[in-house]
């Protein structure tokens, strides 16, 4: 096992750019820089194998060629984790797994049939391990180089690292090549609008998490377009994941799962007003949220739905709510935030902990299983990586994964984002479809501006 210290730089981007466009490229980027947000930047590529879970079967690529498996993908990765045999040192990742779960995951999992249209075709899973990363600790200051192995091939590695990393990236440029495009009009929103309400008067819900979905097309590098959205939208659980199938570009502000030594938290986001510059309107939106009858109702409902998943591999009593109605601001909204904590049960791991709370229940709605299906039949489009999670589950278990919102896909000259909120008994047609465009006016900014 190699561990090297770089020079530390407190901007991660120039570091991550000469690895950006190498297949299968992942950068869990804190923002940090941006403003005070989390403390550590993680990236890798070249990983030493991949799983990528397609419908019913998981395609693994590694040295000994393709194998392909029906068994479940996350038991399948855990196996995969526990087979490495890295050694542990005092880093949040030192090997293992970088990737995403897609929102779409969770119907392997619960009996959900999804018929909205795939027009994405994105797997499942898509997940690497990874033998080597750098860590960047922006609270020390210090940026580490760790490789696991001890053989020829790891001091080949490290050559070839130590050396790519003194090299600088070229300028690129990106530009979008038309206004961004409304996948859903508003009168369809507005039709789909009521048909939650009348979900909910009927009892099947108390609260849909509805979602519209934006397109635009583009041209150019896609790891300026992710330069130019930490810039508009930092945020604390960011990604870039250049893979064979698509790019993903995230600025998500919220935490699904957080495992470290058996201590797990979340932070549902729940409640959502503009920011400004006018110093007394965003006080003013602030107590509004702050005082908000309806975000305090949502926000409730979420945290006890996640109380509940949470209860599923935690100890008895363990599972509690530190914090509930924290403001949270980033670059063009104020959030309601609160944190759901547990110890895990002897016996229970980060895997276990997602799958039982996959995905994230700020963005299905309560109860989880209806909601998925009254958002099955709503939206038009299928999520993917939308409302899943990005982030790594460490050799030892470990694990940090956003919800993927604020989160664009790149396909064949496309970006497609999506924007949504809860709604509930109270809420208004206009408020609700408001707020999704609240939620996606950073990221339509950043992709009208001109290089």
């Given at each position: ?189 507005a039709a789909c609008f009521k048909r939650v309400k009348e979900y ?252």
């Amino acid at each position: 096992m190699r561990l090297i210290e770089l020079t530390y730089e407190p901007d991660s981007a120039d570091l991550f750019s000469v690895f950006a466009d190498e297949p299968w490229a992942v950068w869990l980027d804190s923002c940090r820089d941006k403003q005070s947000m989390g403390r550590y930047d993680i990236f890798s590529s070249r990983p030493v194998s991949t799983l990528v879970t397609r419908d019913e079967v998981t395609t693994i690529t590694d040295q000994d060629g393709i194998t392909e498996s029906k068994q479940d993908p996350l038991d399948l990765l855990h196996e995969r984790l526990e087979a490495l045999k890295f050694k542990e040192l005092d880093l949040p990742f030192s090997g293992g797994a970088l990737g995403y779960f897609s929102y779409d995951l969770g119907g392997r999992f619960e009996a959900l049939p999804y018929t909205t249209e795939n027009d994405e075709d994105l797997p499942l899973m898509a997940v690497g391990l990874y033998n080597w990363a750098i860590i960047i600790d922006h609270q020390l200051k210090i940026s580490s180089l760790v490789i696991q192995g001890d053989n020829e091939s790891t001091e080949e590695l490290e050559r070839e690292l130590l050396e790519q990393i003194k090299v600088h990236s070229s300028p690129r440029s990106f530009f979008a090549l038309e206004a961004v495009q409304h996948d859903v009009e508003k009168q369809e929103y507005a039709a789909c609008f009521k048909r939650v309400k009348e979900y909910i008067l009927a009892g099947d819900c108390y609260q849909i998490n509805y979602a519209q979905r934006f397109t635009v097309q583009c041209q150019g590098s896609l790891f300026a377009a992710y330069e130019r959205l930490r810039q508009a939208n930092a945020a604390p659980y960011a990604a870039y994941l250049k893979l064979p199938f698509v790019t993903i570009l995230s600025s998500s502000p919220e935490l699904f799962i957080s495992a470290e030594n058996k201590q797990a938290t979340s932070k549902p986001i729940k409640g959502t007003v503009p920011r400004v510059d006018d110093n007394s309107l965003n006080t003013a939106n602030i107590q509004r949220l702050e005082n908000s009858e309806k975000d305090r109702a949502e926000n409730v409902m979420i945290v006890d739905l996640l109380r509940n998943d949470f209860s599923k591999n935690c100890e008895l009593h363990s599972v509690q709510v530190p914090h509930i109605f924290a403001i949270e601001s980033y670059a063009r909204v104020h959030h309601l935030v609160s944190t759901v904590s547990g110890t895990l049960e002897a016996g229970r791991t980060s895997i276990d902990l997602i799958r039982g709370a996959f995905p994230g229940g700020s963005i299905t709605g309560a109860p989880k299983i209806r909601a998925m299906e009254i958002i099955d039949e709503l939206e038009q489009y299928r999520r993917g990586v939308y409302c899943g999670s990005i982030g790594y589950i460490n050799a030892n278990g470990d694990a940090q994964l956003n919800i993927a919102i604020r989160t664009l896909t790149y396909q064949n000259g496309k970006i497609r984002f999506w924007a949504g909120g809860g709604i509930v008994h109270d809420s208004t047609m206009d408020g609700e479809y408001q707020e999704s465009l609240d939620k996606a006016s950073a990221i339509v900014s950043m992709l009208s501006e001109q290089d």
